[in-house]
C-alpha cells in the first residue's frame, strides 16, 4: 500500500531554512518522478519543484529558484526539499506528489495534473 508522508514543516523567520522530506512507502522510488508543491491560503495549487526519478534532472519554480533545492535517497525512499531564505510568500501547505511509474514528467516546472500520488502535507508558515 502506497503511503506518502512529507515532514519538517514549521514556523521561520523570513530569511530562515527549513528541510522537508517526503517518505515513500510501498512503491519502488526508483521509478518515480517526484514533484513538490505548494497551496497558499485562498490561493490555487502551485508547482515548486521536480526530480526525475534517476536525479540528473531537477526543475523549479522561477519563485523558488536559486533558493530551493530538490534531491532524493531512492536507496532511502525519501526525496528532500531544501528551502533557504524565505520569505512571507513562501508560507503555504507543501505536499510531496508521485508521478506514474516509468514515466518521464520533470521536463518542466511541475503541472499538479501530471501526479496522481499524494501525501498529506505538511504546513509552513514564515513570520516574524
Known amino acids: 500500500q502506497l503511503r506518502i508522508v512529507e515532514s519538517g514543516g514549521g514556523l521561520v523567520q523570513p530569511g530562515g531554512s527549513l528541510r522537508l522530506s517526503c517518505v515513500v512507502s510501498?512503491?519502488?522510488?526508483?521509478?518515480?518522478?517526484i514533484g513538490w508543491f505548494r497551496r497558499a491560503p485562498g490561493k490555487e495549487s502551485e508547482g515548486v519543484s521536480c526530480?526525475?526519478?534517476?536525479?540528473?534532472?531537477?526543475k523549479y519554480a522561477d519563485s523558488v529558484k536559486g533558493r530551493f533545492t530538490i534531491s532524493r535517497d531512492n536507496a532511502r525512499n525519501t526525496v528532500t526539499l531544501q528551502m533557504n531564505s524565505l520569505k512571507p510568500e513562501d508560507t503555504a501547505v507543501y505536499y510531496c506528489?508521485?508521478?506514474?511509474?516509468?514515466?518521464?514528467?520533470?521536463?518542466?516546472?511541475?503541472?499538479?495534473?501530471?501526479?496522481?500520488?499524494w501525501g498529506q502535507g505538511t504546513q509552513v508558515t514564515v513570520s516574524s
Open positions: 506528489a508521485l508521478g506514474s511509474q516509468y514515466r518521464t514528467i520533470c521536463t518542466a516546472v511541475p503541472d499538479k495534473g501530471r501526479f496522481p500520488y
Open positions: 526530480i526525475s526519478s534517476s536525479g540528473e534532472s531537477t
Open positions: 510501498g512503491f519502488i522510488l526508483d521509478d518515480y518522478d
